[in-house]
């Protein structure tokens, strides 16, 4: 290795090298959804070798927390909570023969756990993604399947609207309006565990119309 390279060749000579990582990690999102996923150590396994080889070090340098809250969906089991986080983090990447020379990435990611594994489970996603990006690692996958940030993304949404809907006093759970709200989704029920990412995003769609009619509703009475 050429102890001269500055961190731009050295990671352009990196990337050059790491093959496409398979997803071999199983994701159960819920009673209907699990997807393919990369693993964070199938990344590492990837990276770490030709990091050393190519005189790179790469870690994260700085996490911020951009949101904190709990979430909380519905069911005929009772009130389920769930905490989320979204954080930013900064990665840097040195060259190892000069610590003055290095590069920064930024990577957004979410955690969302009934549990304490929130936090880790956003660092772990920050840093994975971090370096898939600043490597260009492909994961022969087709953008338009079913990812966990998707999910993510729409089980925020799901539990927003409902809290929209409540706050315009419109009973969701009733007996008759639960059916309606089923029919028109195409579902089977409204509770959370059982839906897939279409289900979902079917369920979203007829709650964001609800709250649109519901607040014209109301301006046409005022």
């Known amino acids: 290795m050429d102890k001269e390279l500055n961190i731009y060749k050295r990671m352009s000579n990196a990337t050059n090298e790491i093959q496409t990582v398979a997803k071999n990690l199983n994701v159960q999102v819920s009673d209907k959804n699990t997807y393919k996923a990369v693993g964070e150590k199938d990344i590492l396994d990837a990276v770490k070798p030709i990091e050393f080889k190519h005189g790179i070090y790469s870690y994260p340098l700085k996490r911020t927390v951009l949101v904190n809250e709990v979430l909380e969906t519905e069911s005929r089991y009772g009130t389920k909570k769930q905490i989320h986080y ?15 020379d290095y590069i920064e990435t930024i990577s957004y990611s979410d955690g969302i756990d009934t549990g304490d594994k929130a936090m880790g489970k956003a660092m772990t996603y920050g840093d994975k993604y971090a370096l898939m990006k600043a490597y260009k690692i492909s994961t022969g996958e087709d953008p338009d399947k079913e990812s966990s940030e998707a ?13 929209q809907l409540e706050d315009l006093g419109c009973d ?9 709200v089923c029919n028109k989704a195409k579902i089977e029920t409204q509770d959370l565990p059982s839906l897939g990412l279409k289900e979902l995003r079917r369920l979203c769609k007829v709650y964001a119309e609800m709250i649109e009619k519901k607040k014209n509703d109301k301006t046409i009475k005022k």
């Open 86 to 100: 979204l954080i930013e983090t900064v990665y840097r990447f040195v060259n190892v023969d000069n610590s003055n």
């Open 151 to 163: 999910m993510n993304n729409l089980i925020i949404e799901y539990t927003r609207l409902r809290g």
């Open 172 to 180: 969701f759970r009733d007996e008759a309006t639960d059916k309606w």
